[in-house]
Protein backbone atom coordinates (compact mmCIF):
# COMPACT_ATOMS: atom_id res chain seq x y z
CA UNK A 1 0.00 0.00 0.00
CA UNK A 2 2.98 2.31 0.68
CA UNK A 3 4.20 2.63 -2.75
CA UNK A 4 0.42 2.40 -4.19
CA UNK A 5 0.53 5.77 -2.10
CA UNK A 6 3.93 7.18 -3.26
CA UNK A 7 3.19 6.34 -6.58
CA UNK A 8 -0.18 8.41 -6.49
CA UNK A 9 1.70 11.00 -4.64
CA UNK A 10 3.92 11.03 -7.49
CA UNK A 11 1.19 11.25 -9.99
CA UNK A 12 -0.72 14.35 -8.17
CA UNK A 13 2.71 16.67 -8.32
CA UNK A 14 3.06 16.09 -12.36
CA UNK A 15 -0.30 16.74 -12.60
CA UNK A 16 -0.11 19.83 -10.80
CA UNK A 17 2.76 20.62 -12.18
CA UNK A 18 1.48 19.90 -15.61
CA UNK A 19 -1.92 22.08 -14.66
CA UNK A 20 0.62 24.66 -13.21
CA UNK A 21 2.62 25.51 -16.73
CA UNK A 22 -0.75 26.38 -18.04
CA UNK A 23 -1.79 28.67 -15.33
CA UNK A 24 -1.72 32.38 -16.26
CA UNK A 25 -1.26 33.69 -12.66
CA UNK A 26 2.02 31.97 -12.52
CA UNK A 27 2.90 34.03 -15.31
CA UNK A 28 1.07 37.49 -14.74
CA UNK A 29 0.48 39.66 -12.14
CA UNK A 30 -3.29 40.86 -11.14
CA UNK A 31 -4.72 43.29 -11.70
CA UNK A 32 -1.48 44.71 -13.58
CA UNK A 33 -2.20 46.15 -17.37
CA UNK A 34 -0.24 46.80 -20.18
CA UNK A 35 1.27 50.46 -19.40
CA UNK A 36 1.49 52.79 -22.47
CA UNK A 37 4.85 54.18 -22.50
CA UNK A 38 4.47 56.34 -26.17
CA UNK A 39 2.10 57.25 -28.73
CA UNK A 40 4.09 59.07 -30.97
CA UNK A 41 4.34 56.93 -33.68
CA UNK A 42 2.42 55.53 -36.99
CA UNK A 43 2.80 51.60 -37.01
CA UNK A 44 5.20 49.98 -34.50
CA UNK A 45 6.74 46.82 -34.86
CA UNK A 46 10.05 44.06 -34.72
CA UNK A 47 11.11 44.99 -31.39
CA UNK A 48 14.64 43.57 -30.48
CA UNK A 49 16.28 43.58 -27.21
CA UNK A 50 20.12 43.79 -27.04
CA UNK A 51 22.28 42.26 -24.02
CA UNK A 52 21.69 45.21 -21.92
CA UNK A 53 17.42 44.84 -22.42
CA UNK A 54 17.21 47.94 -23.84
CA UNK A 55 14.52 46.96 -27.12
CA UNK A 56 14.69 48.72 -30.59
CA UNK A 57 11.83 48.63 -32.07
CA UNK A 58 10.90 50.23 -36.06
CA UNK A 59 7.86 52.85 -37.33
CA UNK A 60 8.02 51.11 -40.70
CA UNK A 61 5.77 54.61 -42.46
CA UNK A 62 8.18 56.59 -41.14
CA UNK A 63 11.61 54.93 -42.01
CA UNK A 64 12.81 54.74 -38.20
CA UNK A 65 14.23 52.76 -35.44
CA UNK A 66 13.69 53.39 -31.75
CA UNK A 67 15.16 52.41 -28.52
CA UNK A 68 13.22 51.55 -25.26
CA UNK A 69 15.83 52.06 -21.97
CA UNK A 70 14.60 49.87 -19.67
CA UNK A 71 16.37 52.38 -16.91
CA UNK A 72 14.66 55.26 -17.31
CA UNK A 73 11.26 54.17 -19.45
CA UNK A 74 12.28 56.52 -22.01
CA UNK A 75 11.93 56.42 -26.21
CA UNK A 76 14.42 57.79 -28.28
CA UNK A 77 15.44 58.06 -31.87
CA UNK A 78 17.88 55.53 -32.85
CA UNK A 79 18.39 55.77 -36.67
CA UNK A 80 16.12 56.69 -39.78
CA UNK A 81 16.74 55.32 -43.12
CA UNK A 82 16.36 52.27 -41.96
CA UNK A 83 15.64 50.60 -45.79
CA UNK A 84 12.07 50.54 -44.55
CA UNK A 85 13.10 48.36 -41.73
CA UNK A 86 10.26 46.11 -39.77
CA UNK A 87 11.02 43.08 -38.44
CA UNK A 88 14.36 42.74 -35.90
CA UNK A 89 16.34 40.52 -34.18
CA UNK A 90 20.05 41.07 -32.30
CA UNK A 91 23.25 38.46 -33.32
CA UNK A 92 25.31 37.51 -30.69
CA UNK A 93 27.90 40.40 -30.92
CA UNK A 94 24.62 43.02 -30.35
CA UNK A 95 24.06 44.17 -34.47
CA UNK A 96 20.77 44.52 -35.17
CA UNK A 97 19.63 42.64 -37.98
CA UNK A 98 16.92 43.64 -39.77
CA UNK A 99 14.08 43.09 -42.65
CA UNK A 100 14.40 46.16 -45.22
CA UNK A 101 11.69 45.56 -47.46
CA UNK A 102 12.52 48.94 -49.42
CA UNK A 103 14.70 46.68 -51.79
CA UNK A 104 13.82 43.08 -50.18
CA UNK A 105 17.13 43.32 -48.15
CA UNK A 106 18.54 41.95 -44.88
CA UNK A 107 20.67 44.67 -43.38
CA UNK A 108 23.09 44.19 -40.19
CA UNK A 109 23.25 47.49 -38.17
CA UNK A 110 25.69 48.06 -35.41
CA UNK A 111 25.15 50.06 -32.43
CA UNK A 112 27.35 52.59 -34.47
CA UNK A 113 24.86 52.61 -37.16
CA UNK A 114 27.37 51.29 -39.82
CA UNK A 115 25.07 49.27 -42.00
CA UNK A 116 25.96 45.85 -44.34
CA UNK A 117 23.45 44.62 -46.41
CA UNK A 118 23.51 40.55 -45.72
CA UNK A 119 21.03 39.68 -48.60
CA UNK A 120 19.48 41.12 -51.62
CA UNK A 121 17.61 38.83 -52.84
CA UNK A 122 17.15 34.92 -54.05
CA UNK A 123 18.64 33.45 -56.91
CA UNK A 124 19.49 36.26 -58.31
CA UNK A 125 15.43 37.63 -57.82
CA UNK A 126 14.24 40.08 -55.73
CA UNK A 127 12.24 39.33 -52.55
CA UNK A 128 8.87 40.62 -51.66
CA UNK A 129 9.91 42.08 -48.19
CA UNK A 130 11.49 40.14 -45.55
CA UNK A 131 9.02 40.51 -42.96
CA UNK A 132 9.98 38.87 -39.70
CA UNK A 133 13.38 37.22 -38.87
CA UNK A 134 14.98 34.68 -36.08
CA UNK A 135 18.65 33.81 -35.54
CA UNK A 136 19.97 30.37 -34.40
CA UNK A 137 23.36 29.43 -32.98
CA UNK A 138 25.22 28.40 -36.07
CA UNK A 139 25.25 31.99 -37.29
CA UNK A 140 21.87 31.49 -39.30
CA UNK A 141 18.94 33.78 -40.08
CA UNK A 142 15.58 32.20 -40.73
CA UNK A 143 13.32 34.59 -42.33
CA UNK A 144 9.46 35.09 -43.89
CA UNK A 145 9.10 36.89 -47.05
CA UNK A 146 5.53 37.66 -47.51
CA UNK A 147 3.99 40.12 -50.22
CA UNK A 148 2.53 43.48 -48.60
CA UNK A 149 2.92 45.82 -51.32
CA UNK A 150 4.00 49.08 -50.36
CA UNK A 151 3.48 52.68 -51.43
CA UNK A 152 6.98 53.55 -51.22
CA UNK A 153 8.66 50.92 -53.62
CA UNK A 154 9.24 52.17 -56.60
CA UNK A 155 8.99 50.34 -60.12
CA UNK A 156 8.83 46.95 -58.23
CA UNK A 157 7.57 44.04 -60.14
CA UNK A 158 6.84 40.63 -58.28
CA UNK A 159 9.88 38.50 -59.09
CA UNK A 160 9.32 35.60 -56.81
CA UNK A 161 5.12 34.79 -56.99
CA UNK A 162 5.66 32.55 -53.74
CA UNK A 163 5.58 33.64 -50.34
CA UNK A 164 7.95 31.35 -48.86
CA UNK A 165 9.97 30.81 -45.56
CA UNK A 166 13.93 31.16 -45.94
CA UNK A 167 17.26 30.41 -44.41
CA UNK A 168 20.26 32.32 -44.83
CA UNK A 169 23.06 30.60 -43.32
CA UNK A 170 26.47 31.97 -42.26
CA UNK A 171 28.08 31.91 -45.84
CA UNK A 172 25.77 34.20 -46.93
CA UNK A 173 23.69 30.94 -49.21
CA UNK A 174 20.01 31.36 -49.05
CA UNK A 175 17.73 28.40 -49.57
CA UNK A 176 13.87 27.85 -49.97
CA UNK A 177 12.25 25.73 -46.82
CA UNK A 178 8.42 26.39 -47.49
CA UNK A 179 5.63 28.07 -49.17
CA UNK A 180 3.00 29.73 -47.43
CA UNK A 181 -0.31 31.47 -48.17
CA UNK A 182 1.44 34.22 -46.55
CA UNK A 183 4.20 34.02 -44.12
CA UNK A 184 4.65 36.45 -41.10
CA UNK A 185 5.77 36.09 -37.53
CA UNK A 186 8.35 33.77 -36.39
CA UNK A 187 10.22 33.12 -33.60
CA UNK A 188 12.76 30.03 -32.27
CA UNK A 189 14.10 27.95 -30.00
CA UNK A 190 17.76 26.85 -29.58
CA UNK A 191 17.11 25.31 -26.01
CA UNK A 192 13.90 23.35 -27.09
CA UNK A 193 15.29 23.24 -31.20
CA UNK A 194 11.49 24.32 -32.02
CA UNK A 195 10.98 27.30 -34.51
CA UNK A 196 7.06 28.20 -34.89
CA UNK A 197 5.85 30.09 -38.19
CA UNK A 198 2.55 31.90 -38.36
CA UNK A 199 0.73 31.60 -42.22
CA UNK A 200 -1.07 34.76 -40.98
CA UNK A 201 -3.87 35.02 -44.24
CA UNK A 202 -4.35 31.08 -43.54
CA UNK A 203 -5.07 32.05 -39.64
CA UNK A 204 -2.56 29.37 -38.91
CA UNK A 205 0.53 28.56 -36.44
CA UNK A 206 2.90 25.83 -37.20
CA UNK A 207 5.61 24.52 -35.20
CA UNK A 208 8.67 22.75 -36.64
CA UNK A 209 11.51 20.78 -34.74
CA UNK A 210 14.79 22.26 -36.10
CA UNK A 211 17.32 18.83 -37.00
CA UNK A 212 20.24 20.86 -38.03
CA UNK A 213 21.67 23.99 -39.86
CA UNK A 214 18.71 25.24 -41.76
CA UNK A 215 16.85 21.70 -41.57
CA UNK A 216 13.37 21.47 -40.17
CA UNK A 217 10.86 18.57 -39.97
CA UNK A 218 7.94 18.36 -41.91
CA UNK A 219 5.60 21.33 -40.24
CA UNK A 220 2.89 20.45 -37.73
CA UNK A 221 -0.06 22.62 -36.81
CA UNK A 222 0.50 24.47 -33.49
CA UNK A 223 -2.61 26.07 -33.50
CA UNK A 224 -5.84 27.36 -35.83
CA UNK A 225 -4.42 31.31 -35.42
CA UNK A 226 -2.42 33.30 -37.40
CA UNK A 227 -0.03 36.05 -36.31
CA UNK A 228 2.14 39.16 -37.13
CA UNK A 229 4.92 38.47 -34.73
CA UNK A 230 5.27 36.19 -31.78
CA UNK A 231 7.67 35.54 -28.48
CA UNK A 232 8.97 32.80 -26.02
CA UNK A 233 8.68 32.94 -22.58
CA UNK A 234 10.60 30.80 -20.38
CA UNK A 235 8.59 27.69 -19.91
CA UNK A 236 8.15 27.43 -23.79
CA UNK A 237 4.61 29.16 -24.16
CA UNK A 238 4.04 30.96 -27.28
CA UNK A 239 3.05 35.01 -27.42
CA UNK A 240 0.30 35.79 -31.06
CA UNK A 241 -0.45 38.53 -31.69
CA UNK A 242 -2.94 40.89 -33.87
CA UNK A 243 -6.34 41.39 -31.50
CA UNK A 244 -3.88 42.25 -28.25
CA UNK A 245 -1.70 39.11 -27.03
CA UNK A 246 -2.92 35.43 -27.00
CA UNK A 247 -1.07 33.41 -25.06
CA UNK A 248 -0.72 29.47 -25.96
CA UNK A 249 0.96 26.64 -23.58
CA UNK A 250 3.22 24.70 -25.53
CA UNK A 251 0.58 22.14 -26.61
CA UNK A 252 -1.53 24.54 -28.57
CA UNK A 253 -4.08 25.38 -25.71
CA UNK A 254 -5.11 28.99 -25.16
CA UNK A 255 -4.25 29.77 -21.74
CA UNK A 256 -4.66 33.72 -21.32
CA UNK A 257 -5.46 37.02 -23.30
CA UNK A 258 -3.99 40.33 -23.15
CA UNK A 259 -5.89 42.88 -24.20
CA UNK A 260 -4.58 46.00 -26.05
CA UNK A 261 -6.60 49.14 -26.61
CA UNK A 262 -5.25 49.56 -30.38
CA UNK A 263 -6.98 48.97 -33.42
CA UNK A 264 -3.68 46.11 -33.89
CA UNK A 265 -0.70 44.72 -32.10
CA UNK A 266 2.32 43.91 -34.18
CA UNK A 267 4.37 41.80 -32.39
CA UNK A 268 5.98 41.34 -29.06
CA UNK A 269 9.42 40.91 -26.90
CA UNK A 270 10.54 40.53 -23.52
CA UNK A 271 13.02 42.88 -22.16
CA UNK A 272 14.26 44.97 -19.15
CA UNK A 273 16.98 43.70 -16.81
CA UNK A 274 15.86 40.21 -16.41
CA UNK A 275 14.39 40.09 -19.47
CA UNK A 276 10.78 39.74 -18.00
CA UNK A 277 8.98 42.72 -19.05
CA UNK A 278 7.03 42.25 -22.14
CA UNK A 279 7.27 45.09 -24.62
CA UNK A 280 4.53 45.63 -27.09
CA UNK A 281 4.31 47.12 -30.49
CA UNK A 282 0.67 48.35 -31.06
CA UNK A 283 0.15 50.52 -34.34
CA UNK A 284 0.73 53.87 -33.00
CA UNK A 285 1.74 52.70 -29.39
CA UNK A 286 4.21 50.42 -27.10
CA UNK A 287 3.36 49.36 -24.11
CA UNK A 288 5.20 47.04 -21.42
CA UNK A 289 3.99 44.93 -19.01
CA UNK A 290 6.23 43.29 -16.37
CA UNK A 291 5.60 39.40 -15.85
CA UNK A 292 6.41 36.71 -13.50
CA UNK A 293 7.82 34.73 -16.62
CA UNK A 294 10.89 35.75 -18.91
CA UNK A 295 11.99 35.51 -21.97
CA UNK A 296 13.35 32.14 -23.02
CA UNK A 297 16.80 31.62 -23.99
Given at each position: MKNIWSLGV????????????????????????????????????GPATDKSGNVYFTDQPNDKIYVWDWKTDKISLFMDK??????????????????????????KISKDKSI????????GKRLNGPND???????GIYFTDPLYKRDYWEN????????????RNKNGEISKLETFVQ???IIGSTKSKKLYVSDIDAGKTYVYDILGEGKLSEKKLFCEMGSDGM?????????????GITVFNPKGEKIHHIKITEDWTGNVTFGGEKNNILFITASKSVYTLPTKTSALK
Open positions: VGLVFALQGCQSTNYTTMFYENTEPKLVSDQFTFTETGRANGTYFDENDNLITCSDNQGEIWKVLSKGFELWLDDEGFKVEIPEKNLYYPNGTLDQEGNLYLTGD
